[in-house]
């Protein structure tokens, strides 16, 4: 870009001249284009494609306790419940979750997460050292890592939950390196 | 005191895009040069603003495809409005209304001037001009393009980048001169 040619400024008035100069230079577009470029930009590969979202919204800090104690209840439920509690309670948790209400649920993590507290507090205090009690620490690590797990998809900046997956993910890569052995099979 | 941090220049928001496809390092370029590209092919397209946005979207696009070739001795944002011409020559061209490189002597077309006042306004003559024409006077008078560059830029001889200005001017001055007696005489 450069100064225009002079020798047609003779077939353009001064006025004229001055006024298409003076034209505006920039002009907002739609607030939608951008977006629109956006999108088309990720399909084309170009803008890095948006992480699979793992959670509807942040959480504020002081749901955060809530949150892991709801986590680990409704992961807990199936196994300590069922230990614990008798196949009635464990009928009335699932009922509760399919219901899908909010306070159910709320009520529900309550009681489970309590429920798996205090199955781990008696698990701790069994005298038993077999493969029974091994078996039952494994199974209460596998459901405090899919709680964890469930944590983080809820609340995915959360610092807490990541640590715990983290701390998971440390020890599979030295019972990896150990060769150590699932003793259940998961369900 | 300290100096003000100065902004992320264009280069390092291409980088990033580039290696990381960073989507924030695209909105930053997209908010500081967009304005400028839409108000350019909104002229080019003759003020269609459905056409001039379609327009923009397939800039960046084509843009973004082609940086890891642009070698960073022009502007981003010429460099970005010369793809953005090319692009709108292109729709032009499908919708029939592209008509460079016309035979010397082609005569003007006739084109009314707008009845809701005794003059009408100069984008909106502008954008009554004939494509190609309307091409020449906007890069030569507007973005102050020599002919030489619009040669080059629109793929014809400098002699038909002149004489498409002057048929340009010629039809703008008309179109923007009183309409009273012309009226009358119609009357």
Redesign the interface.
């Known amino acids: 870009?450069?100064?225009?040619?002079l020798h047609?400024d003779d077939?353009?008035?001064p006025e004229?001249?001055s006024?298409?100069?003076d034209?505006?230079?920039?002009?907002?577009?739609?607030r939608l284009?951008?977006e629109?470029?956006?999108r088309?930009?990720?399909e084309?590969?170009?803008?890095?494609?948006?992480a699979p979202r793992r959670g509807i919204r942040r959480l504020p800090a002081s749901w955060l306790g809530g949150a892991v104690a709801a986590s680990l209840a409704l992961f807990a439920s199936g196994i300590a419940v069922g230990q614990w509690m008798g196949t009635r309670a464990t009928a009335e948790v699932v009922s509760a979750v399919q219901a899908e209400n909010s306070r159910n649920t709320a009520m529900l993590v309550q009681q489970t997460g309590t429920a798996y507290v205090q199955a781990l507090s008696k698990l701790a205090t069994t005298r038993d050292s077999g493969a029974h009690a091994a078996q039952g620490r494994e199974v209460a690590v596998r459901m405090l890592r899919a709680a964890a797990d469930e944590l983080v998809r809820i609340a995915p900046d959360d610092p807490v939950a990541s640590a715990v997956l983290a701390g998971f993910q440390k020890a599979d890569t030295t019972k990896a390196a150990a060769g150590d052995k699932q003793r259940v099979v998961w369900f | 005191m300290r100096a003000e941090t100065p902004a992320v220049p264009d280069h390092a928001l291409a980088q990033a895009?580039l290696l990381?496809?960073?989507?924030r390092a695209?909105?930053e370029l997209?908010?500081r040069h967009?304005?400028?590209l839409?108000?350019?092919v909104?002229r080019i397209v003759g003020g269609a603003?459905h056409d001039?946005?379609d327009v923009?979207?397939e800039t960046?696009?084509r843009a973004?495809?082609a940086l890891p070739t642009f070698r960073w001795e022009a502007a981003f944002g010429?460099w970005l409005t010369g793809i953005g011409l090319n692009v709108a020559r292109g729709l032009l061209r499908k919708q029939g209304r592209w008509e460079l490189p016309m035979e010397p002597g082609t005569p003007e077309p006739f084109r009314p001037p707008a009845s809701d006042g005794d003059r009408i306004d100069?984008?909106r003559a502008i954008a009554l001009l004939p494509a190609g024409q309307r091409a020449v006077?906007v890069l030569?008078?507007?973005?102050?393009?020599?002919?030489d560059?619009i040669a080059e830029r629109l793929g014809i001889a400098p002699g038909t980048s002149?004489s498409q200005?002057?048929h340009a001017?010629?039809a703008?001055?008309r179109m923007?001169e009183p309409v009273h007696e012309e009226r009358h005489e119609h009357a």
């Open positions: 870009m450069s100064t225009p040619d047609d077939e353009l008035p004229l001249r006024a298409l100069q034209l505006p230079r920039e002009r907002q577009p739609g284009l951008e629109r470029t956006v088309a930009l990720r084309h590969g170009v803008i890095e494609a948006a | 895009l990381r496809g960073d989507e695209f909105r997209y908010s967009t304005p400028r839409f108000q350019f909104l603003e001039a946005e923009v979207q960046w696009i973004t495809e010429t100069l984008e006077l030569h008078d507007v973005e102050g393009f020599t002919h560059e002149k200005l002057s001017r010629r703008l001055r923007l």
